[in-house]
């Protein structure tokens, strides 16, 4: 398995990306299987970290410390005031119900296969070129071949805000 | 090659034979280990020593003052001699200038070490014993790219100050993780608080910093601090150069913005209503006592100390002392090693001295100011830093624009260069 | 660069493992030196020495979350500003004034959006509710305490 991906293990930077891709796997196990739900949102912590940690090793740095700003600052934050704020929900011993098991892991399973088809079989474009930041190269697609959605980014981001304002409004006051 | 690699290599020759990735880690480990174990705990140590005398004299008491150096040399036969030397009369100056209480913060510790450790019996252990990881790590994280003198940082990232704000949202979770699992409501209340203020305050600090990342053109520490050493038309301009004084002090409102956020981002008064006495006891670590509780305790004094370095590499020249730099250069250039090692120390003294002018800035206001409401934080926050900032950051960018095109040929000439 | 970030990792572990030293030798060495008497009282929820009334199923007020959700919209538009901040003095001899109104369309339209939760009460923490009635209303409800925190 490890010798299909091209993975040497002489070279420590491979124990590096295993490491942090162990720690990815299973803590996303965690956050699937795990019946507190607050174990699970904290085992989201260390998935995105993990993440972020594959990001930085294909030196993708910029967006590794958006990946911790945005989901980790943000989106778990976010999850977490959710679950803190649900009333009661310290006493509800399972969170997460398991239905279907076998269908449910068929399923999973012929996603896997064939996301592992995919990426093994596909003719990628490799890069074979020296690590440099990237946060340059990502500014100047904004302001270049990227210019559009960089603009209309900022419309989603507003249709975002007004709907997040909107959704958050008592009914008496949405009129 | 790494700087750092070549480094060693030509100090230690023997390492050449090494693989250089067992170099660079034992380096970077000795690096951080070096931090967190003679700067991150005794600054900790020492902040607080600042922080209880400058307290006792706001409070007209005297603070800690037994302790320490005085003590000490009073313990052993010879330097009690010195001691008493120093109570008479020519050197009665120097004597009653000998600081007690030095060592308050060690006997702090031992104290802390030899406390029962509770743990409250409804409380989440898991979450309880592993918030002190997270937040620690996550506050130790930022000193990773700290340029704490010229050309001397352990890590060398060229997205450096994006990491610190990427890397200490780390801490966010940490503290909703104590206040969750203490179980105790005055925990969660004030983890709560915490949470949604640190994360307010994030985007008038993001912004105000964005600011100076457009006028340096880069996000790397190292070379923020570079661009910093000119500046109004001098190429060594001294404190002129500094970010925070350039452009006729336009930039004193984003660098007085990011100071602003910078202690609501570590919870100091007068933003510290998330462990206001008088209504959460202490806030999220209520339920955490002994050893456990002095990492929060580090955490928060760390994280004063990174809030004042970041602003002295971003806004005041980091390492760079207030007068040009040429001075200094001409006086240890020909030393050879010692005049590097000068020089080192230079740096490493100025960006200490501006980074602590900011510790003791917050501890004075800490003692001076009252507690803000959470009604009026997030007032401040939402309706007056971050549209003063975003109105800043357009404005710098304006009068950037407008230095730039002084220097530039004329529209004209360029597109007819482009068309040529 | 990969070393970096194995020198940010190295940080994190030494942090972490600074933690771990610290609680293991609280454990083991200061045993011989502390008291370890847990009783009900010590263990139960510290409330200034009162006995603790309720759980910790409080309900919080929903501004925590509103917050939160406006955060990360500006959160998303700061690490999409960056990259532009980052290449505005390299690529302004290129672009000249193109380049400051990319960014002036992409904080203006932001902007709005502040400006239009502003306007409609999203950002204050305390909410009038009288506000939003009708005068002869406001003039019949005074607002209760309870709606007033």
């Known amino acids: 398995m490890i010798a299909i991906l091209g993975i040497k293990l002489g070279d420590p ?12 796997c299973a803590s996303a196990l965690v956050v699937a299987a795990s019946r507190n739900i607050i174990y699970s949102a904290y085992a989201l912590l260390l998935t995105f970290f993990g993440v972020a940690g594959l990001y930085a090793f294909l030196d993708a740095d910029f967006i590794a410390a958006a990946q911790l700003l945005v989901y980790v600052g943000g989106i778990l934050v976010l999850i977490l005031f959710g679950v803190m704020l649900t009333h009661k929900i310290r006493e509800i011993k399972l969170s997460n119900e398991t239905t279907n098991p076998i269908v449910g892991a068929a399923i999973a399973g012929f996603v896997f296969l064939a996301l592992a088809y995919v990426s093994l079989y596909t003719n990628w474009d490799v890069v074979d070129r020296p690590a440099s930041p990237t946060t340059g190269e990502i500014g100047k697609a904004f302001v270049g071949k990227y210019l559009l959605p960089f603009e209309a980014s900022s419309v989603l981001l507003l249709g975002a805000l007004i709907g997040a304002a909107y959704l958050a409004r008592r009914d008496k006051e949405k009129a | ?18 693989p250089d990735w067992i170099l660079y880690g034992s380096l970077v480990f000795i690096v951080a280990f070096g931090i967190l174990n003679t700067l991150v705990a005794p600054l900790t140590g020492i902040s ?48 009653s200038k000998i600081p007690g209480g030095l060592l308050q913060f060690a006997a702090d510790g031992l104290k802390l070490f030899t406390k029962e450790d509770i743990i409250p019996a409804q409380a989440d252990q898991l979450l309880f014993r592993g918030a002190p990881y997270v937040i620690l790590a996550g506050s130790f994280a930022a000193f990773a790219v700290l340029p704490v003198s010229f050309h001397f940082r352990a890590v060398n990232l060229n997205i450096g100050i994006f990491y610190i ?83 006729g002090g336009l930039m004193l409102v984003p660098f007085v913005i990011y100071f602003i956020g910078g202690c609501a981002e570590v919870n100091r008064t007068p933003f510290d209503l998330v462990e206001g006495e008088s209504e959460l006891v202490a806030g999220y670590h209520t339920e955490y006592s002994g050893f456990r ?101 357009v404005l710098m960018c304006g009068v950037k624009m407008v230095r730039m095109e002084m220097a530039l040929p004329p529209e004209k000439d360029a597109v007819a260069e482009v068309h040529k | 660069m990969r070393y970096d970030y194995v020198g940010v990792l190295i940080y994190m572990v030494l942090a972490v493992g600074f933690v771990l030293i610290g609680m293991t030798a609280q454990k083991y060495v200061s045993k011989f030196l502390r008291t370890n008497k847990p009783n009900a009282e010590k263990l139960s929820p510290y409330e200034c020495g009162e006995e603790p009334v309720g759980g910790t199923s409080i309900r919080f007020n929903i501004r925590f979350y509103v917050m939160a959700l406006v ?37 203006g339209i932001l902007s709005l959006g502040l400006a239009y939760i502003w306007g409609k009460g999203d950002l204050e923490w305390v909410k009038s509710f009288r506000k939003h009635l009708s005068p002869a209303e406001q003039v019949a409800r005074k607002p209760s305490k309870k709606e007033a925190a």
């Open chain 2, 165 to 247: 704000l990427g890397i200490s949202s780390i801490v966010v979770p940490g503290i909703l993780m104590a206040g969750w699992g203490s179980a105790n409501k005055w925990a969660l209340l004030g983890g709560m608080r915490a949470a949604a203020q640190i994360i307010s305050y994030e985007i008038p600090v993001a912004i105000a910093l964005m600011t100076a990342v457009m006028l340096a053109g880069t996000m790397n520490m190292a070379d923020i601090v570079e661009t910093q050493r000119s500046g109004y038309g001098m190429e060594k301009a001294g404190m002129l150069g500094w970010y925070a004084f350039r452009y």
């Open chain 2, 48 to 95: 607080t020593y600042i922080e209880r005398r400058l307290a006792g004299r706001a409070q007209y008491r005297w603070g800690p003052n037994r302790v320490g150096f005085r003590s000490m040399l009073d313990a052993l036969p010879i330097t009690r001699g010195i001691a008493k030397l120093g109570d008479m009369q020519p050197f009665k100056f120097i004597g």
């Open chain 2, 1 to 18: 090659m790494h700087p750092l690699l070549n480094f060693a290599h030509d100090v230690l020759p023997f390492t050449k034979n090494w």
């Open chain 1, 13 to 24: 930077a491979a124990w590096v990306f295993l490491a942090f891709a162990a720690v990815t």
């Open chain 2, 293 to 393: 509780w002095s990492f929060f305790f580090m955490a928060e004094y760390s994280n004063m100390f990174a809030v004042g370095a970041i602003a002295t590499t971003m806004f005041l020249g980091g390492p760079l002392p207030p007068y040009p730099v040429q001075f200094t250069e001409s006086l240890f250039g020909p030393m050879g090693n010692l005049g590097m090692v000068l020089r080192f120390g230079e740096g490493f003294f100025w960006f200490f001295a501006k980074s602590y002018f900011f510790v003791l800035l917050m501890i004075h206001m800490r003692w001076t100011l009252p507690r803000y409401r959470i009604d009026q934080m997030m007032h401040l926050c939402w309706k007056v830093l971050i549209p003063i900032g975003l109105v800043w950051f």
């Open chain 3, 71 to 107: 955060f990360i919209v500006f959160d998303v538009e700061v690490v999409l500003l960056f990259p532009w901040a980052r290449v505005f003095t390299e690529l302004y001899p290129f672009y000249r004034m193109a380049l400051f109104w990319d960014m002036l369309i992409f904080v």
